[in-house]
């Protein structure tokens, strides 16, 4: 069963930091694109950050650029997002994804956020 769960999601202050888990089970992470994208109160889903591939390059959307760094660990099978810098806007259920990218997204080294496998999601709550 391929399985992602994210963890560390909770409430922090504007201006505050979280680091966001997303352990991989069933499947080897390294072999996939990740992602991690978003679902704000009232709003679709947002790409926030993606690696292309095991060895390639992130990619953040503008809204999280220079706050937010995505990272994977692949001997613990795990992704990672690090988030400094909290805005209220922030608030959202974030959810982790991985899958084989889509070609296009792989020619272009851009995101690709309709991955085959993604997790229920965390909510982060930035708030005073």
């Known amino acids: 069963q391929l399985q992602l769960v994210e963890s560390g999601g909770g409430l922090v202050q504007p201006g505050g930091s979280l680091r966001l888990s997303c352990a991989a089970s069933?499947?080897?992470?390294?072999?996939?694109?990740i992602a991690w994208s978003r679902q704000a109160p009232g709003k679709g889903r947002e790409g926030v950050s993606c690696?292309?591939?095991?060895?390639?390059?992130?990619r953040y959307a503008d809204s999280v650029k220079g706050r937010f760094t995505i990272t994977r660990d692949n001997a613990k099978n795990t992704m990672y997002l690090q988030m400094n810098d909290l805005k209220p806007e922030d608030t959202a259920v974030y959810y982790c994804?991985?899958?084989?990218?889509?070609?296009?997204?792989?020619?272009?080294?851009?995101?690709?956020?309709?991955?085959?496998?993604w997790g229920r999601g965390t909510l982060v709550t930035v708030s005073s």
């Open positions: 069933g499947f080897t992470l390294d072999y996939y694109a």
């Open positions: 690696i292309n591939s095991s060895g390639g390059s992130t």
């Open positions: 994804g991985a899958g084989p990218a889509s070609r296009l997204a792989s020619a272009t080294m851009t995101c690709d956020y309709n991955l085959a496998n």
